[in-house]
């Protein structure tokens, strides 16, 4: 009920991206994540657990102690289960429908619910810049609770995406239009900024449009949404009128 040396130290590398990107493997840990992803087109490499029950048709797992358990997961709580998944093929870039960008999203627990309001709106690809925090950064994967699977996430130059893209582009600014009183189209793109800084010069200077969501609170000292919040309330109107 013990690890192997190879295997404690590809489980404990896959914690950096280096080494998730030079292998294409990543970490899923607990038991809804694990399941949700052995239920879908990923591939599963290696599995380990604390009881098999639920897991007796898995191939390639290895039975572990809850004090191996411990030593592997980066969990405060560790859930009966690690899993390393093979990275999905990544897909060629979309042009056409309903796209998400996000420029320089910092925080893993803000792009994992983001990827899961993908999941939710059906969005299926994710576009973000190089500065976005690791899509198979453990925190990410575990906040995404297995939307990961579903929505194709790419990591590109977004400026070079948004000059060769046809679709109109909407950029998420304080003082942009009224969402509430917009004509939104069924296909677009729309860019989300970084948390502290918003969307970079560069980015907005290539968007048609601007939106933003209006405060309606009396006392109006709300600085700004959490990205993820706005994320989801922009998409959700895009949906609405379209």
């Not at 893209?165 to 729309?190: C, H, R, W």
């Not at 989801?232 to 109107?237: F, G, Q, T, V």
Request: aromatic share 6%; with cysteine.
């Amino acid at each position: 009920m013990s690890l192997t040396k190879n295997q404690f130290k590809l489980i404990t590398s896959l914690q950096q991206k280096k080494y998730r990107q030079k292998n294409h493997l990543f970490v899923a840990e607990g038991t809804k994540v694990v399941n949700e992803l052995l239920n879908s087109s990923l591939k599963l490499d290696q599995l380990f657990c604390v009881n098999d029950s639920e897991y007796k048709n898995i191939e390639n797992k290895d039975l572990i102690s809850e004090a191996v358990l411990k030593k592997i997961s980066t969990l405060k709580s560790p859930n009966n289960v690690v899993a390393i998944f093979k990275m999905p093929e990544v897909l060629p870039l979309k042009k056409t429908g309903l796209i998400l960008v996000l420029d320089a999203i910092n925080d893993p627990g803000n792009l994992g619910t983001i990827i899961r309001l993908c999941d939710w709106f059906g969005i299926d690809q994710l576009v973000c810049s190089m500065k976005t925090v690791d899509c198979y950064n453990s925190k990410v994967v575990q906040a995404t609770m297995g939307s990961l699977a579903r929505v194709s996430i790419v990591y590109t130059d977004i400026e070079k995406y948004l000059m060769n893209t046809e679709l109109p582009i909407f950029a998420s600014l304080m003082d942009g239009e009224n969402v509430y009183k917009s004509s939104l189209p069924k296909q677009g793109v729309l860019v989300m900024g970084n948390e502290a800084n918003g969307i970079s010069e560069a980015v907005l200077k290539l968007a048609n449009n601007s939106i933003s969501i209006p405060r309606f609170g009396g006392v109006q000292l709300t600085e700004s949404l959490n990205v993820a919040t706005a994320t989801a309330i922009l998409l959700s109107e895009f949906k609405r009128l379209t």
